[in-house]
T-cell receptor, first 109, second 113 residues
Framework: GQSLEQPSEVTAVEGAIVQINCTYQ??????LSWYQQHDGGAPTFLSY????GLEETGRFSSFLSRSDSYGYLLLQELQMKDSASYFC??????????FGSGTRLQVQP | DGGITQSPKYLFRKEGQNVTLSCEQN?????MYWYRQDPGQGLRLIYY???????QKGDIAEGYSVSREKKESFPLTVTSAQKNPTAFYLC????????????FGSGTRLTVV
């Protein structure tokens, strides 16, 4: 079967840096994506990693290690508006994403 | 502006009834998807379609049906065979699910009464 493991909750303060980890066990792997979802809202696409290494997009960065079946999302200079759920997702080759259960990030003042 | 529209936003269904959730996109995307989200949980794939007149079952297709007669439209029917249909349903579309990611609709919250 397919499994993606993420911490269920993370808490951090404004201005800090937080890392959300994702480990996966899947039958196929074509890349790791990250999505953000605010309460009651639709998920929005943040990043995609197909190759090992770090991809940076503004305050957010995403990392992938294919040999370790592991990736993370790094959020810098945290703002209150970053409070949301963050999901990692994998394309196992069927051209549709399999999502993790999500990490709820609470940013405190 | 291009986007993906789901309707209705809230839907109440009596037990034993079929209901159809609408999903329309004007992004000219070939691929469309339906996911189900339960409180505090991730998204689980119900059905997906890469092209008109073709679709595939996802991980939890039992009790659901879809059609893809037009590129713009991918309606989902929740049948009476779905034993626990109360959930948040999300439709998405993409050109490339990897590099560009999915564009999601705002969702339909279905409640069985």
């Amino acid at each position: 079967g397919q499994s993606l493991e993420q911490p269920s909750e993370v808490t951090a303060v404004e201005g800090a840096i937080v890392q959300i980890n994702c480990t996966y066990q899947t039958s196929g792997f074509y890349g790791l994506s990250w999505y953000q979802q605010h309460d009651g809202g639709a998920p929005t696409f943040l990043s995609y990693n197909a190759l090992d290494g770090l991809e940076e997009t503004g305050r957010f960065s995403s990392f992938l290690s294919r040999s370790d079946s592991y990736g993370y999302l790094l959020l810098q200079e945290l703002q209150m508006k970053d409070s949301a759920s963050y999901f990692c997702a994998v394309d196992t080759g069927r051209r549709a994403l399999t999502f993790g259960s999500g990490t709820r990030l609470q940013v405190q003042p | 502006d291009g986007g993906i529209t789901q309707s209705p936003k809230y839907l109440f269904r009596k037990e034993g009834q079929n209901v159809t959730l609408s999903c329309e996109q004007n992004l000219n995307h070939d691929a469309m998807y339906w996911y189900r989200q339960d409180p505090g949980q991730g998204l689980r794939l119900i059905y997906y379609s890469q092209i008109v007149n073709d679709f595939q079952k996802g991980d939890i297709a039992e009790g659901y049906s879809v059609s893809r007669e037009k590129k713009e439209s991918f309606p989902l029917t929740v049948t009476s065979a779905q034993k626990n249909p109360t959930a948040f349903y999300l439709c998405a579309s993409s050109i490339d699910e990897t590099l560009d990611g999915y564009t999601f609709g705002s969702g339909t919250r279905l409640t069985v009464v």
